[in-house]
DNA sequence: TGCCATTCAAATGCCAGACAATTAAAGTCT
DNA sequence: AGACTTTAATTGTCTGGCATTTGAATGGCA
């Protein structure tokens, strides 16, 4: 684990790059101690603080932990889902209102990913995804719901219903493109009537899912998609009336 | 943008927490400069490596970039869909290898996912996606091809399927799935007989695509997991020569 | 002996101040 | 006007130090 200290790079992003690959690499276990900060700073012959940058950069990513006192130190962490998916969603999210990513694109994306775990969940889901599915659409028919609330709920029927699927992987990259979906979806405003199709929607789904029909299924998210696509364009269309 | 000097958590982490919610907010926006290290201090009432701490972890996530000489500083960075990929893939490697997921799982996971992208594909892709799988799949015939240039050539064809979606959503997403899994599939070895069944699927796969047949599209990708699938358990069978 | 309080040492967290390196802008000379 | 020099601002790095946390060793007491 050599860094050069002729680099443009800086420093502490060398060793950062350094550590993190003999963790990639498995040089580095997890839940195994990195040497103490002052060791470290021997070994790369730099200073404290640029060492500690470095872990810094490590810990931002969760790659490590850092525990103080007597036994404490750096530690290789054991990057875990539920660490993952915050992280997934905000760099997703970024991405999104970033690169001025159309609603159509993003939609297009979502909804060919989620129809991808149709088959898995029609065949996997419990009854409690059903469960947390027939609640959030219950909660969805609520009157006086505000968007957000109704857009909030509208994640966690998804969540479910990807969840349903129970595939750890397919979790976690839906999680991006479902959640970071959702601040281009609180630009829309829903009418009454936009909601009941959107509610009609999704009992589909639950009805289709409760029976284990993959095609079922595959065919009502297809529809929502449909349907959400054709709200969006009216939306946007309605709020920038162009000229001509 | 406040801290709280009593809270359990660093406060270099605390700071940047701050900073960051302030750019998903919206409240910086992309190329804006942040304060100098020495007000950033100032305003958070701590020292300067503190702040400095703060800035490494956001520019772990690509979140900032720092610019030394005299209009130097540190600028909200535009998250580019290039720059998100390898920490995209970093991350889902780490997660494959660190959480004991299954062979089985990630695939699964792998296949629903590419397959979401083959009615697209089959839609949208270039001739140069074609010219690209098609020059990946002449690769995987060739004979003395190493196991590891075997699965990179794979990651590559399959990298232009997804991109022929023409989604850089999809793409971005994929990326994580198909890369990652490649130390799984380095873990396989390949006899010439595996190979030619895998390159005719793969040639089915083209064939579909250019013929522009999403369903036939989906059916060789669905008939590709399978083989996959049988071929990693056949494999890790012989390793493991059980008892009984 | 067994248990509890105390002390100790190791490690991270944080700070102050300083210097080096870089870079663009302002100033100066031809 | 153009090329060169100076200057100021900013990040990158280092030194040294102190504060805080925390587990472990130590020692006293029942």
């Not at 007597?70 to 993952?84: H, I």
């Not at 397919?170 to 009454?192: D, H, K, R, W």
């Amino acid at each position: 684990m050599k860094i050069d200290p002729n680099s443009a790079a800086d420093l502490s992003a060398q060793i950062a790059s350094a550590i993190r690959d003999s963790i990639v690499s498995g040089a580095l276990i997890v839940d195994q101690r990195l040497p103490s900060e002052a060791e470290l700073a021997d070994q790369f012959d730099v200073s404290r603080p640029t060492v500690r940058e470095a872990l810094k950069r490590l810990a931002a990513q969760s790659l490590i932990r850092t525990q103080r006192g007597a036994t404490g130190g750096a530690f290789v962490n054991k990057l875990s889902f539920e660490e993952a998916y915050p992280q997934q969603i905000t760099t997703s999210t970024l991405l999104l209102s970033m690169n001025a990513v159309s609603f159509e694109t993003a939609c297009e994306a979502r909804y060919a990913l989620e129809r991808s775990c149709a088959p898995l969940s029609a065949k996997r889901r419990s009854p409690d995804h059903l469960a947390t599915m027939r609640a959030e659409i219950h909660r969805q028919g609520q009157p006086g719901l505000t968007d957000e609330a109704f857009c909030a709920s509208d994640v966690s029927f998804h969540r479910a219903l990807v969840d349903g699927a129970g595939n750890p992987v397919l979790s976690y990259q839906l999680a991006g493109a479902v959640e970071a979906m959702q601040p281009l979806m609180n630009m829309i405003t829903f009418t009454a009537r936009d909601r009941a199709r959107i509610v009609a929607l999704h009992t589909d789904i639950a009805d289709a899912l409760e029976k284990q029909d993959a095609d079922a299924t595959f065919d009502a998210l297809k529809a929502l998609e449909v349907e959400t696509q054709a709200l969006a364009q009216s939306v946007f269309a309605a709020k920038k009336p162009s000229s001509t």
